[in-house]
């Protein structure tokens, strides 16, 4: 504008317009005179406006009108040469807008007219063009003149002319819209109210336009009503009109003025109302219409689709969408609906081209695709329209596939070929080469089941040049070379991936950092901004929650189609560049699926790529069972199907590789193609790169590659890094060169890809390691019941996995070590190993890594790293047993003095070793303890010395080796002796951690839980390794129980002092109780089967030749042991609040054991018995040992404590224990003798000995072979107890306990001796001499007789206890003991080689009883006791059973014996009976005397034959010395005794005093000797007391005639008997004997008469006198006999006679009366 309103401009201008007026008039001067005026006139006019007006340019365009007029007059001249003239100034005129609008007007309408006349046609377009636009002047009716006035040339026959005016009307219609944008910005600041639109009330409702924005409204109206061919409202005289040319229009106006539209509703309103209608009935015939449908079957016939009208309006359409999508999105739905339809295979071909360029255009804008997905796909009711285009667009491809081009039918084969090859070439690989050599390059080509489709060159990634959308200038529908519509279909997937996926990777990173910020922010402690701080957060997550939902849906609605398709052509591609494009979609997708967390697609994405690595139909469930999951879904695209198709196995690529399948039955090789390593390279890629999104579908990639290592015959080595190598078995793999270049690469790769696991967040690092570990759950399941080579890729990565993530081993060490540990049961050696091996290094990786902090400080970790080394002792596999000791051996080499809390996990793995595990095992693990205990204990915590006590035994437990046995209870002792040495600074340490323990166990209120609670750390080591050397005291091996019971007993002698005294409790009760309470029930129960010789050569002694007796050992050892420490410790343990019950444990034990039907046992426990009381009472000062200074302080309060209250229990007390302690000076423990206490332990004493005893000794109930019985070395130590023990019970020893005692005493004595033992217990039988065990059990009851002897009163009514045992022992010399039910044979019978029970001889014992009571009898003859309890009728009922048996006894001493000790009884107690005679207790002695003299002195047993005369005599003057007895001792003290007695007495003697024993004579005993002597003493005595003068009583006289009476009634009786046999006898001489007796009766009677003559009258009564002569005819009668001595004898009996023949009457009278 400067240029033309500058003066110099503005004169020029003046200058030319004069030129211009007087070239018009010249012109005009001849022909038009009117015009000539009018130039001339017009001259003076620009002269006055110049000369009047300072701004000449507004003067002039004042007077436009005038100014103008003479050049529109030339112009209706129609002349040419004037109108080019006048045109022209006119132009000059209007460029320097010195027009105004009338003359504007009027210029127009010339125009028109020229037009109309068709003149200067180009001038004309020149002149509009410059009118429209220099200004805006021209407007409203005017401009649509202009603008028909334009349209009109476009339409006449010339070429040059039409498109000149065709390129007018496109510049004069951006003009129009032009102004309205200046219009626009003119006003943009000034904002008015919009009046609003009345919908469709008025089309024409444009009164709220301003003048510029009005034209451009209307312009465009009639633009869509010509289109539509319906007459235009504004465009007044348009008289014809192409589609094509309007369509052209519409898109330009809206490609390039979309504002206009977007800021003016009625513009808006025009689009939706007019031009999308407009398009979709335009577009009705190419839907309408199908590919080869018969028209005959439709009623009307369809119109065809037109391609340049069809091309425009997908132009128009893809200016719609792409500009005004916001405002229709309703029509854009319909659009985009259309476009989809256009890809059907049953439409042309050219169209489906074209269809595919705008998708493509569509598909380069992400952002587009992304309001389509917000519009469409996520509205409830709405189409789907974003993956319906992409589903479309597989489905295009598919179909190119499947159907045969039919599009293309025009064309020839033959130039197909040459196109194909000529100009395609290798494009893709060197675009701008073309392929030379004709055939011989490769096509870069799809190709799937036969069917072949180049790959064309079609466009630059990223832009959409289209090639048909362009071809503006065709009518006939162009040929479409083959290939290029999958071309452009290929790049439109690639595109959209791309766009689709930097997009939301974009915005994604965008959402990260923005919320990372906002957290950040937050976090500042800015008080003020806190609130909208946290608000922004809120609105962020809120935005980045909606972003979120669209990102999904996006891929959601776009994954499976592209996958369909992209699967697809990854199978068809033949060409490198080609494949790598797909996988490199395939994985950016998979990729942002994983990043969105789409589980679904990003697996499906990676399943395509892994079976692509694989040869085809490879079974591979993991991938299968995806496949599977999606081929089930078909996705539906309007009514069509979209199959996955599944690859095709004919692939024409080249193979590369050859190897075995990874399977359980490998059938057969497999081979692996150059794109099956490409993929396997992708997959590598996406693993490497993107490993923290993959989570779940590591499972995938890692099974794929470990199927291809396979393959490829790589194999695991050092650090788990994969090696080319070969397995043994199979065909060997078929490697090429190209292959085997890439091996190491490949190798490499994949040893990166894990190590750069240590750049993967936690998650991610987790979700690898599941991977693996599935993997190899399934490498496991294959190799099950196999040895063949097992796939051993997972454990190998594993095990490089854990080694890079060494310094946060924490997180994966659970997971990773849980599942190597299953490795390591697995059946298949291979496999274990590799277990085993990847375990060990990881855990001495781990061990020797540098962590942060380091390991001394993080025990935690330690622990956690050492704790799978401890769970492999739960597997039974030697072979990991081995691997896991041998890396214990290496830990203790090299980290063995900073194990620290480690230890006890160490020595766990060592102890976890059982016997059944083998000898090489135990060794090497022993060989680990042993360094352990040689090196290592000073180094361990104090707290794991526990645990290598409890290793150390139960190695000593194995039964494999019995050396190493043997070796570990000497362990056992190094052990005891390092605790000994280093006591203190084990204890010191051993209490600190104890107080930190307590003070956790109550802060988490719970009690502290160790073995041995109460007693301090330190005793509980010890106590540890008691109960361990315990244990191994009762191994079923012999020489370890010897072995460990010697040391057990060592120790605790040895090292006992060490313990608190407190501790000695447990030490008694837990250790050694319990140790023999085991023992115990082993030697009860153990076998009684002999054992053969002890292997090999090895010869088993008699006495330990059944399990039974080796165990018996052990229970002597271990009775023995337990009784010396309760002997030796008793100061120690006395004072102990339980001693007594302890004491009746001790004795249980011994007791038990003493019954135990083994008599090495039981003998034992008797010694053991014997030690424990020859304890006299708790050491005094003197002999007690040295007191351990660790008791000094403990002891006295410990002691107090304990005793008081055990004490305080049992008995009331005057004087306290406390009140003693309290005296204590404490220079020394005190020493509490407690003489109560003590008597209850001697009483518990007493009761075992008892028990001990009646079991013992009570007979068996059957009897068998079987029969145990107990021995006599056994009984004689019992007995010889007893004394000692009476010693301190004799206080309270009562009647009941004295029964006891003679139970058992009694029960002793009876038991027999077996044959075999026989020879050195018994005596022979003719010596007189007592067995040990008899000797003992006098001992005791003359050790009782003592004590009564001296004891109280209340001991002396023990007497007769004393009495009857003693006596029951004197019966035994007749009636030998029964043992129960036992045969016993007497010992001559004996067989020794049998075993048969021997009864011994008790004669002797009898015998030295019977003195022992004689003796006793004479002290205590006078004892009330005795005398009230009747011991003198039992001394003499005892007596009596000698006595009667008399020869029967099985020893003649014993009756001699017995008389003797008769006499000398009755000698003391005759006086005491008589004594007592008034109280009557003696009465019934009385009878069973006379029976005893009776019994005796007529006994029924025959003296033996053998017996000699002396004998004889001797025996007879036994008898007499009984009768003396009689005479001097009982008769003369007649009134004192009993009448009855007398009269027995009298009988008795009366039948002695008679010669014969029995009244009738048989044959038998004819034989048997006179006893003249004894008979004469009888008879003496009788006729002695019949008349003695002493009668003082009446009773005395009585005895005596009583006496006479009988004497003379046998008198009478003999004779009598005496005449009859004599007259029967004839001339045979009378039996000697029966001579004898008349003899001697005849002898009495002549001595009687001599004694009744001497006796003063007045004693005889007269009775006697009759009696007497009553004789005397019988007498007479005997005269007859033959015998002389008889008569001589009768002689003397008759002559006293002749006194009685005169008897003086007074005499008579008197003794009468």
């Not at 003048?211 to 869509?224: E, I, R």
């Not at 951690?993 to 609670?1013: D, T, Y």
């Not at 107690?1469 to 004594?1475: E, I, K, N, T």
Request: hydrophobic content about 40%; some cysteine; aromatic content about 8%.
């Amino acid at each position: 504008m400067s240029g033309t309103s500058s003066p110099e401009a503005v004169k020029k201008l003046l200058e030319n317009m004069q030129g211009d007026l007087r070239g018009l008039s010249l012109e005009c001067r001849k022909k038009f005179p009117p015009v000539k005026e009018a130039a001339e006139s017009g001259i003076i006019k620009v002269k006055t406006i110049a000369a009047r007006n300072t701004d000449i340019l507004a003067a002039l365009k004042e007077n436009s009108s005038e100014v103008v007029q003479p050049f529109l007059m030339g112009c209706g001249t129609k002349e040419p040469k004037i109108t080019q003239l006048c045109l022209a100034a006119i132009q000059r005129l209007m460029s320097h807008e010195v027009v105004s609008e009338a003359a504007a007007g009027n210029i127009i309408n010339m125009l028109w007219q020229l037009m109309e006349n068709s003149l200067e046609e180009l001038k004309l377009l020149q002149t509009v063009l410059v009118l429209l636009t220099t200004n805006t002047v021209v407007h409203d009716e005017a401009l649509s003149k202009a603008i028909v006035l334009c349209f009109r040339l476009h339409f006449t026959k010339d070429n040059i002319t039409n498109n000149t005016a065709a390129a007018t009307v496109r510049q004069v219609v951006t003009v129009v819209f032009e102004r309205v944008v200046a219009e626009d910005e003119r006003y943009k600041d000034t904002v008015d109210q919009p009046v609003a639109v009345q919908g469709n009330s008025n089309r024409r409702s444009v009164s709220t336009l301003k003048p510029c924005a009005k034209d451009a409204y209307m312009l465009f109206q009639d633009l869509c009503q010509l289109v539509n061919a319906d007459a235009p409202y504004w465009l007044v005289g348009m008289t014809e009109m192409t589609r094509t040319f309007g369509l052209e229009l519409l898109e330009s106006v809206l490609n390039d003025f979309p504002q206009v539209f977007l800021q003016h509703q009625e513009f808006s309103f025009l689009l939706k109302e007019r031009v999308c209608p407009l398009v979709i009935k335009l577009f009705s015939p190419n839907i309408k219409f199908r590919q080869g449908s018969s028209t005959s079957s439709s009623p009307a016939p369809v119109e065809k689709p037109y391609f340049p009208i069809c091309m425009r309006l997908l132009r128009v359409v893809s200016v719609l969408i792409k500009q005004f999508y916001s405002l229709l999105v309703t029509e854009c739905e319909i659009f985009l609906s259309l476009l989809v339809k256009f890809l059907d295979a049953d439409k042309p071909q050219w169209l489906r081209a074209v269809a595919v360029e705008s998708i493509h255009r569509l598909c380069v804008q992400p952002q587009l695709l992304r309001s389509f997905c917000q519009s469409y796909d996520m509205k409830q009711h709405s189409t789907k329209v974003f993956r319906d285009i992409v589903n479309a667009l597989g489905s295009f491809i598919q179909s190119l596939f499947l159907v045969p081009s039919t599009g293309n039918a025009s064309v020839t084969p033959n130039q197909t070929g040459s196109n194909a090859s000529g100009n395609t070439g290798s494009a893709q690989t060197n675009p701008g080469v073309l392929g030379m050599g004709g055939g011989a390059t490769v096509l870069p080509a799809f190709e799937y089941r036969g069917t072949w489709i180049p790959i064309l060159n079609v466009t630059v990634q990223g832009s959409a040049k289209a090639t048909y959308l362009e071809m503006l200038d065709k009518v006939e529908p162009p040929t479409i070379p083959e290939g290029y519509a999958m071309s452009v279909a290929f790049h439109c997937l690639l595109d959209l991936v791309r766009g689709i996926t930097t997009m939301i990777e974009g915005e994604l990173g965008e959402a990260e950092t923005v919320s990372q910020t906002a957290i950040e922010t937050t976090s500042l402690p800015a008080q003020s901004s806190e609130q909208q701080d946290l608000q922004s957060v809120s609105d962020q997550s809120e935005k980045e929650l909606v972003s979120r939902a669209v990102w999904e849906e996006m891929v959601n609605a776009c994954w499976c189609g592209l996958l369909a398709a992209l699967s697809l052509l990854l199978d068809a591609s033949t060409d490198e560049a080609a494949t790598e494009n797909i996988l490199k979609a395939e994985l950016t997708m998979a990729a942002l699926c994983g990043r969105l967390g789409l589980v679904t697609s990003r697996d499906a994405f990676i399943t395509a790529i892994c079976k692509g690595s694989l040869p085809p139909h490879y079974a591979l469930t993991v991938l299968n069972s995806t496949t599977a999951a999606l081929s089930s879904k078909s996705y539906s695209i309007q009514g069509q199907n979209v199959q996955m198709i599944s690859p095709s196995s004919e692939s024409h690529q080249q193979v590369v590789a050859v190897g075995q399948p990874l399977a359980l039955q490998p059938q057969g090789t497999v081979m692996l193609t150059s794109k099956n390593i490409q993929c396997m390279r992708t997959l590598l890629n996406l693993a490497h790169c993107h490993g923290a999104v993959l989570g779940t579908s590591w499972q995938l990639v890692l099974a794929t590659l470990q199927h291809l290592v396979w393959i490829l015959g790589l194999k695991p080595g050092v650090g788990g890094a994969l090696k080319p190598g070969r397995a043994v078995e199979g065909p060997s793999t078929v490697l090429t060169t190209a292959v085997m270049t890439d091996l190491p690469v490949i190798s490499n790769i994949l040893s990166r890809l894990f190590e750069s696991s240590q750049y993967l967040d936690d998650v991610s690092l987790h979700h690898l390691i599941n991977a693996l570990c599935s993997l190899s759950l399934e490498a496991m399941d294959m190799a099950y019941g196999n040895n063949k080579e097992p796939s051993l890729f997972a454990v190998a990565k594993l095990l490089e996995t854990g080694l890079v993530n060494m310094h946060r081993i924490e997180i994966l060490w659970r997971p990773l070590t849980g599942h190597l540990l299953e490795v390591c049961q697995h059946p298949n050696s291979r496999m274990r190993e590799w277990g085993a091996e990847a375990l060990t290094s990881l855990i001495k990786a781990g061990l020797t890594f540098s962590h942060d902090p380091p390991l001394s400080q993080n025990q935690r970790l330690q622990l956690l790293l050492l704790n799978p080394l401890k769970e492999l002792s739960n597997i039974s596999h030697p072979d990991i047993r081995i691997k896991q000791l041998e890396c214990v051996l290496q830990i203790l080499q090299s980290q063995g003095d900073s194990l620290g809390p480690g230890w006890p996990l160490v020595l766990g793995v060592m102890g976890a070793i059982r016997s059944d595990q083998g000898e090489s095992l135990i060794r090497t693990a022993f060989q680990c303890l042993q360094l352990v205990v040689t090196d290592f204990l000073p180094t361990m915590p104090c707290t794991c010395l526990q645990i290598v006590v409890e290793v150390a035994g139960s190695f000593g437990l194995h039964n494999q080796e019995l050396n190493i046995s043997l070796t570990s209870i000497g362990l056992l002792w190094n052990i005891s002796d390092y605790f000994f040495q280093r006591g203190e600074i084990i204890e010191k340490e051993l209490n600190k951690e104890e107080a930190v323990l307590q003070k956790q166990a109550e802060e988490k209120g719970v009690m502290l839980n160790r073995p041995f609670h109460p007693a301090p750390p330190f005793d509980c080591l010890w106590l540890c390794l008691y109960a361990k050397l315990g244990e191994l005291c009762v191994d079923p091996r012999p020489a370890v129980r010897k072995s460990a019971g010697q040391t057990l007993f060592s120790t605790i002698g040895a090292h006992g002092t060490l313990l608190q005294h407190s501790t000695w409790h447990t030490v008694i009760w837990k250790v050694l109780f319990h140790l023999l309470d085991r023992v115990r029930e082993s030697s009860t129960t153990a076998d009684k089967e002999k054992i053969e010789s002890g292997g090999g050569n090895i010869l088993i002694h008699h006495s330990r030749d059944t399990a039974e007796k080796q165990w018996a050992e052990t229970w002597v050892l271990t009775l023995a042991g337990v009784a010396r420490i309760f002997n030796t410790r008793r100061y120690l343990l006395q004072p102990l609040g339980d001693f007594s019950q302890a004491w009746d444990v001790l004795l249980d034990h011994i007791q038990s054991a003493a019954l135990s039907k083994n008599n090495e046992v039981s003998l034992a426990a008797l010694k053991s018995f014997q030690e424990i009381l020859q304890i006299v009472s708790p050491a005094r000062d003197s002999e007690k040992p040295d007191t351990p200074p660790a008791l000094n302080v403990s002891v006295p309060v410990v002691v107090g404590t304990t005793t008081a209250t055990s004490l305080g229990r049992s008995f009331m007390r005057t004087d306290s224990i406390g009140e003693r302690l309290g005296r204590y000076n404490g220079s020394e423990p005190p020493v509490i003798t407690d003489e109560i206490e003590d008597l209850n332990l001697w009483w518990a004493a007493w009761n075992s000995w008892y028990r001990i005893g009646s079991e013992s000794t009570r007979p068996p109930i059957t009897c068998d072979k079987l029969t145990f019985i107990p021995s006599q070395p056994f009984l004689t130590a019992l007995i010889q107890i007893f004394p000692a023990l009476y010693q301190h019970i004799k206080t309270g020893f009562s009647m009941d306990d004295l029964q006891k005692l003679g139970v058992i005493l009694h029960g002793a004595v009876s038991v027999p001796i077996s044959s075999d033992a026989s020879p050195f217990i018994l005596p022979s039988y003719t010596e007189a001499v007592l067995t040990s065990l008899q000797e003992a059990v006098l001992t005791a009851l003359d050790v009782l007789q003592k004590a009564i002897c001296v004891g109280s009163e209340s001991m002396q009514i023990m007497y007769p206890a004393i009495f009857d045992q003693l006596l029951a022992f004197v019966e035994f010399s007749c009636k030998p003991p029964q043992y129960g039910q036992l045969e016993t044979k007497h010992i001559a019978n004996a067989k020794y080689n049998q075993a048969e029970w021997v009864a011994l001889n008790y004669v002797p014992f009898a015998e030295r009883s019977l003195e022992v009571v004689v003796d006793l009898y004479q002290k205590t003859a006078c004892h009330k006791a005795v005398v009230t309890e009747k011991v003198l009728q039992n001394i003499i009922k005892t007596l009596r059973i000698p006595l009667s048996l008399k020869y029967s006894c099985p020893s003649e001493s014993t009756w001699k014996l017995a008389v003797s000790s008769l006499l000398k009884v009755l000698s003391i107690g005759l006086p005491v009976a008589r004594q007592h005679a008034s109280s009557g207790k003696f009465d019934s002695m009385w009878p069973e005397l006379a029976n005893t003299f009776e019994d005796f002195l007529f006994t029924k047993s025959t003296p033996p034959d053998n017996l000699s005369i002396q004998e004889f005599q001797k025996n007879e003057s036994i008898d007499v010395e009984v009768v003396q007895l009689i005479s001097t001792e009982i008769l003369p003290y007649a009134n004192f005794i009993p009448k009855e007695f007398v009269g027995q007495i009298m009988t008795m003697l009366n039948k002695g005093s008679i010669h014969s024993q029995s009244s009738s004579f048989t044959e038998a005993e004819i034989d048997i000797r006179m006893r003249e002597e004894f008979s004469k003493v009888c008879f003496e005595t009788l006729l002695q007391f019949s008349f003695s003068n002493k009668v003082t009583t009446p009773q005395e006289g009585y005895i005596s005639r009583m006496a006479l009476s009988v004497l003379l009634k046998r008198s009478q009786d003999v004779l009598h008997r005496y005449i009859e046999d004599e007259r029967l006898s004839g001339k045979c001489p009378l039996p000697r004997q029966q001579v004898t007796e008349i003899i001697f009766v005849l002898k009495a009677v002549s001595t009687l008469i001599d004694s009744l003559k001497k006796t003063q009258p007045e004693n005889v009564d007269a009775n006697t006198w009759a009696q007497v002569i009553a004789l005397y005819p019988t007498l007479v009668e005997c005269i007859t006999c033959s015998s002389s001595e008889v008569c001589s004898a009768l002689k003397e009996a008759l002559v006293p006679f002749k006194d009685f023949m005169q008897p003086p009457a007074s005499k008579v009278q008197n003794g009468e009366s």
